[in-house]
Nanobody, 122 residues
Framework: VQLVESGGDSVQAGGSLRLTCEVSGYTYSNRYMGWFRQAPGKGSEGVACIHSDGTITLADSVKGRFTISQDSAENRLYLQMNSLKPEDTAMYFC?????????????????WGQGTPVTVSS
């Protein structure tokens, strides 16, 4: 299983970015995927997750600004980030696992990408 993130960049506050996670070798039907982030000097935070049945969970800190989606045919996971704030600055990781519902608890995820950096300046 390989997960490769892309799309990270440096943007001004209020701007938008779309992160992409390319997934290969992971075809389980009952699966879910998530986005996590880790800011410098801080712990990991679950941002959003989506189950293969389409169920979505978003962290309160990004509700109304971020959207998670997936293209099962292309095996891609997306994170659309709008109205970005300096506090969104972090390394963003995608992750995958199996289960009946998605969770933002990182301990349940088996597979991880290497991350893509997002910097939001004020």
């Amino acid at each position: 299983v390989q997960l490769v993130e892309s799309g990270g960049d440096s943007v001004q506050a209020g701007g938008s970015l779309r992160l992409t996670c390319e997934v290969s070798g992971y075809t389980y039907s009952n699966r879910y995927m998530g986005w996590f982030r880790q800011a410098p000097g801080k712990g990991s935070e679950g941002v959003a997750c989506i189950h293969s049945d389409g169920t979505i969970t978003l962290a309160d800190s990004v509700k109304g600004r971020f959207t998670i989606s997936q293209d099962s045919a292309e095996n891609r996971l997306y994170l659309q980030m709008n109205s970005l704030k300096p506090e969104d600055t972090a390394m963003y990781f995608c992750a995958a696992t199996r289960g009946d519902y998605c969770t933002l608890n990182k301990m349940w995820y088996y597979y991880w990408g290497q991350g893509t950096p997002v910097t939001v300046s004020s």
